[in-house]
């Protein structure tokens, strides 16, 4: 391929876990994959407990807003190759017909954005949010793409969250 692997990671609230999870990939894969996130029905913003997270991977806050999944399904948009849902509701919601008929994954990770308690707290469980992408991500950057027929690559995608669950943290 003569452009990177594009990668939308989908939730409703486009906030915490597809931010997260579109920083990781751009870091992770970067060369390789390009990431994008959007939800279903986005909050407008991103979550502050996921902004320190961005940060760390050397990103700056305003490169990431949360937007909903119906820019990607317009011409012009960009061409995608993986469409990844990482959140339960976004996962049983009917979404757009994506051009170019994606490879597509469920891998739900519980919301940190739901955490309780106090700032400590919230911030374990964005630093869980965070780990578990990674493990996934670090899987799906790792694939030989362009040596996989396109139903052993569906395959392999959508296993990537049982096998990253089971890898030690």
Same mark, same amino acid.
């Not at 965070?130 to 362009?146: C, F, G, K, S, T």
């Given at each position: ?7 939308? +990671?989908?939730?409703? =609230?486009?906030? &915490? ?8 990939? %751009?870091?992770? @894969? *970067? ?40 820019? +990607?399904?317009?011409? =012009?948009?960009? &061409? ?8 339960? %509701?976004?996962? @049983? *919601? ?47 950057? &790792? ?27």
């Amino acid at each position: 391929m003569d452009r990177p692997f594009n990668v939308l +990671f989908l939730c409703t =609230g486009n906030s &915490a876990r597809s931010i997260l999870a579109e920083a990781l990939t %751009n870091k992770l @894969g *970067e060369g390789r994959f390009q990431a994008f996130s959007a939800g279903s029905m986005p909050k407008g913003e991103v979550n502050p407990h996921a902004l320190p997270l961005v940060r760390a991977l050397g990103f700056r806050d305003e490169a990431f807003r949360s937007k909903p999944w119906d820019e +990607f399904a317009v011409a =012009g948009a960009p &061409a995608l190759d993986f469409v990844i849902t990482v959140c339960d %509701n976004a996962a @049983g *919601e009917v979404c757009p017909v994506w051009p170019g008929q994606p490879i597509t994954a469920h891998w739900g990770i519980p919301d940190p954005a739901a955490a309780t308690g106090t700032e400590a707290a919230i911030a374990v469980a964005f630093r869980d949010a965070a780990r578990q992408l990674r493990n996934r991500i670090e899987l799906l950057v &790792a694939l030989p793409v362009a040596k996989l027929d396109r139903l052993s690559l569906q395959d392999q995608v959508r296993k990537i969250a049982s096998a990253a669950d089971n890898q030690p943290a």
